[in-house]
């Protein structure tokens, strides 16, 4: 009996040693429930541990979208701006084309005023230094491009209309 005594003491030992082997391997501390065996994924259900990993799943989720998000707006904005530049600069080159077809036109009336005996010689060289002028305040503008302010720009016109105003009465428009 005292054998029979000490067998059944052995193997509860046995299985007491086996059981607590089997725990300790199997609380390793794995958080992930991927990796995480048995008893983990039971210590992890009791403290809400996967309840936060999923909450920060989420949350990282949603500000990988808002980033997403947000360079999208950002690249819509940067195209929109890209888009009026574009705008401006084929505003400009138009306002230039149209300074430079009155520049044109001026000096064909001054041409024409040539050949009138009623504008005198001092009177049509002030008009042909004016005209010169705008040509070569027109071509200033033009050379700097998009650099070009847009206040150079209004004086160029402010300029072309005033001669214009001169030029229609020499003429006698």
């Known amino acids: 009996m ?4 000490k067998d059944c003491f052995r193997w509860m030992q046995a ?6 082997l089997l725990v300790i ?5 794995e958080q992930d429930p991927a990796k995480a065996g048995f008893f983990d994924g039971i210590r992890n259900l009791s403290p ?21 998000l947000q360079a999208r707006v950002d690249a819509e904005a940067a195209a ?21 077809r009155d520049v ?4 064909r009336q001054l041409q024409e005023l040539r050949t009138r005996r009623d504008v005198t010689t001092r009177r049509r060289a002030e008009l042909e230094r004016e ?11 033009a050379s700097r491009g998009s650099l070009a302010q847009d206040a150079d720009l209004r004086a160029a016109e402010a300029r072309r209309d005033e001669l214009a105003r001169i030029m229609r009465a020499a003429i006698g428009y």
């Open 2 to 5: 005292r054998r029979l005594a």
């Open 15 to 20: 299985w007491a040693a086996g059981l607590s």
């Open 25 to 29: 391997v199997g609380c390793t501390g």
């Open 48 to 68: 809400g541990t996967y309840e936060a990993r999923i909450a920060g799943q989420d949350r990282a989720a949603l500000a990988e979208e808002s980033r997403a």
């Open 80 to 100: 929109r701006r890209e888009r009026e530049a574009h705008e401006e600069v084929d505003r400009r080159q138009a306002r230039l084309s149209a300074l430079d």
């Open 104 to 107: 044109e036109q001026m000096e």
């Open 131 to 141: 005209v010169a002028a705008l040509r070569e305040q027109s071509r200033t503008v």
